[in-house]
């Protein structure tokens, strides 16, 4: 597949891309997954702030989850990768049986992730493919952290158009045809979007003061999942508020973020990301 290509390429980069050791203790800890779950406007209103929309529907991997991480010591990297593997595990997603897999799930720890950001739209476009300018320009500017994901349209058998969005005839990856449609609903879509490789950039110095459980919890959830950071002070805690700059953040994934997951990985991912949305919001609200 286009994207493992894409990954293995930047695992075999090294330093050259200044990527940098963070300073994260190693801590055996209890984890707090956070208070009890919202009522039913409360999971509306943080559905609606962390989702983010791929052309109309929500997208989530179909293909085994395989986590790799750069940019820490190689002791810290395989317990982050662990952790990883282990919250996709408890959401019922989809995860690689060989550690040796073909990554799809970078975390990279970087001395200036906006500057990787801006080496990559220079030298490396096909790391940012199926991105908006402006989605790229907000992934360049200073911050803490940025994440992305690569999606790719596939009917309800998981059948694909070739490659992934955002392909250009200059580019071996190419668009793609039109695929076929098994069914036809006024309900339901006839196709999905699935995640074929996800980017979480993390600077160097806000993980400072982090344990590697968050840094792995804040991956996972944005990794696994399209999200986005909510404005802080929201009513709901989240781990996606980890490197807000609030003077409290959980110490893991919340009860909310694991059932927003479970929630998404419990659909198949032909409806629309308005019904998705609302059946999530419920899902929380109840508890499962």
């Avoid at 160097?204 to 968050?214: D, F, I, N, P």
Wanted: with cysteine; net charge positive; hydrophobic share 45%.
């Amino acid at each position: 597949m286009v994207v493992r290509f894409l990954l293995s390429t930047l695992l075999a980069i090294g330093p050259g891309m200044a990527l940098a050791q963070a300073a994260a203790g190693r801590q055996d800890e209890i984890v707090i997954r956070g208070r009890s779950l919202p009522d039913r406007k409360a999971a509306q209103t943080y559905v609606a702030n962390i989702s983010v929309r791929s052309d109309g529907q929500l997208a989530r991997f179909h293909q085994p989850v395989c986590p790799s991480v750069i940019g820490l010591p190689r002791d810290y990297t395989a317990i982050v990768e662990s952790r990883i593997r282990e919250d996709a595990v408890a959401v019922k997603a989809p995860v690689a049986k060989n550690a040796k897999c073909s990554a799809n799930l970078i975390v990279i720890v970087a001395s200036d992730g906006a500057a990787l950001v801006r080496d990559m739209r220079v030298n490396r476009p096909g790391w940012l493919t199926g991105l908006s300018s402006a989605d790229v320009d907000a992934l360049a500017a200073p911050g803490p952290a940025r994440a992305w994901s690569i999606t790719s349209l596939r009917n309800e058998d998981g059948e694909g158009v070739g490659a992934p969005r955002g392909a250009t005839t200059r580019d071996p990856l190419g668009a793609a045809p039109a695929f076929r449609v098994r069914s036809a609903s006024i309900v339901r879509q006839p196709n999905r979007q699935d995640v074929e490789g996800s980017f979480v950039v993390i600077d160097q110095a806000a993980t400072v003061g982090l344990s590697l459980r968050q840094i792995a919890d804040y991956a996972a959830m944005r990794g696994l999942a399209v999200t986005r950071t909510p404005a802080p002070g929201g009513a709901t805690e989240t781990i996606l508020s980890l490197l807000d700059g609030t003077a409290t953040h959980p110490r893991g994934l919340t009860a909310t973020d694991t059932a927003y997951l479970r929630a998404l990985y419990a659909s198949d991912g032909l409806d629309g990301a308005v019904s998705e949305r609302n059946a999530i919001a419920r899902r929380i609200a109840k508890g499962k």
